[in-house]
């Protein structure tokens, strides 16, 4: 029952991101699904929700929104956010994901989640492509999607989930997997979400870097050597990736053009920052996560934040050569900061655009955990064993 439970949360929370149950309001109650999993593993194994590894997200939550209700009380912004919220939602996928993978992971689990994800996330792809990419071209100055960056993000830790993962006897299922992943890039790629590339770079750079997977790094290496050749000996190639990728189709001499606004609302959101810079000025977006949560919650609320997010690189980052799911963990959390300097919601949200991540954080941490028992195990003293069989 667990496994159903969680897995249909994690269906669900893929299915939510269809743009037509988007604009229906439907997404709403394909998240509210992650009670299910939720309410049943803490009648089963309510202890799990009280492990060490999770305290200190539920001390941040706790503070953020304590913090959030003072300020509302006596400042004369809005605090309750839509940034409160996304940190609820991160929270409850955190924790179920850590108490379902702690006592229920297997690589059976793995293998489904990893068909959940080369499925539906296809079929997110072919919907985006089939109602919006249809016809455009990589060269245009314009859009043809507004919510590009959300769904290439999604897309992105669906395609590296499976790539990553997958593992059958089945060769037939295998490559089919890994198919429906290179489908998904290839349709991230038309959506031109620079953010989301950027992320994917630093996914690319780890695992050439500093993968200790030699076949990864390889494999990585090599594909990457073959497109620049190819993108270096082609001017089609060049100019579709240079002026419709990097520049966006958009004037290079102009800063703010290339950025999408960016940089106009930046300045804009720093130039407000020296007279509301303790408390912040409440309800706010601008298209960069630090500099948006520092002029929405000040000072006080920044450094509430990023203690937590520091907090949490270290513990990814001790532990993430363990392999598998740590690594895998730490890449994605990387990945989310870099997409924050570009987005106002990341690592949080917004909604579930970050399930994957958060899912990971708590797959992690219940490997921590077991790693953790487990050792406790081994270090227990045999003198007092011997004494009792002796006896």
């Known amino acids: 029952m667990a496994k159903a439970l969680y897995l249909l949360a994690v269906l669900c929370s893929m299915v939510s991101q269809i743009p037509a149950i988007l604009d229906s309001g439907g997404d709403q109650y394909l998240k509210a699904v992650w ?3 939720f309410v049943y593993l803490l009648l089963s194994n309510p202890r799990s929700y009280l492990k060490n590894e999770l305290l200190f997200f539920y001390f941040f939550v706790f503070i953020f929104a304590y913090y959030c209700f003072v300020c509302e009380m006596f400042a004369d912004g809005k605090y309750f956010t839509e940034d409160l919220y996304n940190t609820a939602i991160s929270l409850l996928m955190t924790i179920v994901s850590f108490n379902f993978w702690k006592n229920h992971g297997t690589h059976n689990v793995l293998q489904a989640i990893c068909l959940i994800f080369a499925v539906s996330g296809t ?22 999607f507004s919510d ?19 593992r059958s006897r089945i060769r037939l299922t295998l490559w089919a997997n890994r198919l429906l992943a290179f489908i998904m890039i290839l349709i991230l ?3 031109r979400s620079r953010a989301t590339f950027v992320s994917g770079l630093v996914i690319i750079g780890y695992y050439i870097f500093k993968s200790e997977n030699r076949r990864a790094r ?5 594909t990457v050597a073959i497109a620049m050749i190819y993108i270096a000996s082609h001017t089609s190639a060049s100019d579709i990736v240079y002026n419709g990728i990097i520049m966006g189709g958009r004037d290079a001499s102009d800063v703010n053009d290339v950025s999408s606004g960016r940089v106009f609302l930046v300045m804009i959101a720093i130039s407000q920052i020296p007279e509301h810079l303790w408390v912040g000025i409440g309800d ?15 000072v006080v609320g920044l450094v509430i934040v990023f203690t937590f997010l520091f907090y949490l690189f270290r513990i990814l980052k001790r532990h993430h050569r363990a392999g598998g799911i740590s690594s895998m963990a730490y890449i994605i959390y990387l990945s989310f900061l870099v997409n924050a300097l570009f987005e106002a919601r990341p690592p949080f949200g917004p909604g579930v655009r970050s399930f994957t991540l958060w899912m990971l954080v708590g797959f992690a941490l219940a490997e921590l955990c077991k790693r953790t028992e487990s050792k406790k195990i081994t270090e227990q003293p045999i003198l007092p064993v011997i004494k009792t069989l002796n006896s």
């Open 35 to 37: 009670v299910l999993p």
């Open 123 to 144: 079929l997110l792809a072919l919907n985006v492509y089939v109602n919006f990419l249809q016809g455009s071209s990589l060269t245009s100055a314009t859009y043809t």
């Open 148 to 166: 590009k960056n959300s769904v290439a993000q999604i897309l992105l830790c669906c395609a590296t989930f499976v790539l990553v993962f997958s």
């Open 189 to 191: 790629i038309l959506l």
């Open 218 to 222: 390889y494999c990585f290496f090599i």
């Open 284 to 298: 706010y977006y601008v298209d960069c996560m630090p500099i948006n949560i520092l002029l929405q919650y000040g």
